[in-house]
C-alpha cells in the first residue's frame, strides 16, 4: 500500500508537455522513452519520498524542496503536512532554475 499521495501542479504537467512535445518534434521514441522514466520515478515517491536530493540552493532547501534527477531534467517537488508528494516543477538541468525562488 503506498503511502504518500501525489499531486501534480499545472506548472510541472505544462511543464512535462513542453518538455515531450520539443523532444518528440525530433525523435517520438525517445519522447515517450523519456516520459516513461520521468513517470516511473515520480511514481517512487509514493512509497520513497525522500528518494530525491535537496537542491544546493539554500532558500529551495529552507522551503522544503527535494530533487530528482532523470537524465538532463529535474523535477522539484515538496513532501506535504497530509502525507502528499506535490511536483512543483520539471525543467532541463540546463535552465537556472533561479526563477522558483
Known amino acids: 500500500m503506498k503511502k504518500y ?7 510541472a504537467e505544462q511543464d512535462l508537455a ?3 512535445e520539443y523532444i518528440a518534434s525530433d525523435n517520438p521514441a525517445a519522447a515517450i522513452k523519456l516520459a516513461d522514466k520521468i513517470d516511473e ?3 517512487k515517491l509514493e512509497d520513497f519520498p525522500q ?4 537542491p544546493k540552493n539554500r532558500r529551495l532547501e529552507r522551503r ?3 530533487m530528482l ?4 531534467y529535474l523535477i522539484f517537488y ?7 508528494v506535490e511536483i512543483r516543477r520539471v ?4 535552465r537556472d532554475y533561479q526563477f522558483l525562488l
Not at 515538496?78 to 502528499?84: L, N, P, R, Y
Request: proline fraction near 0%.
Open 18 to 20: 513542453e518538455i515531450i
Open 41 to 43: 520515478s515520480i511514481l
Open 51 to 54: 528518494i530525491g536530493v535537496i
Open 91 to 94: 525543467i532541463s538541468g540546463k
Open 78 to 84: 515538496v513532501i506535504m503536512d497530509d502525507k502528499t
Open 64 to 66: 522544503g524542496y527535494g
Open 5 to 11: 499521495n501525489l499531486n501534480i501542479t499545472e506548472a
Open 69 to 72: 534527477i532523470i537524465d538532463s
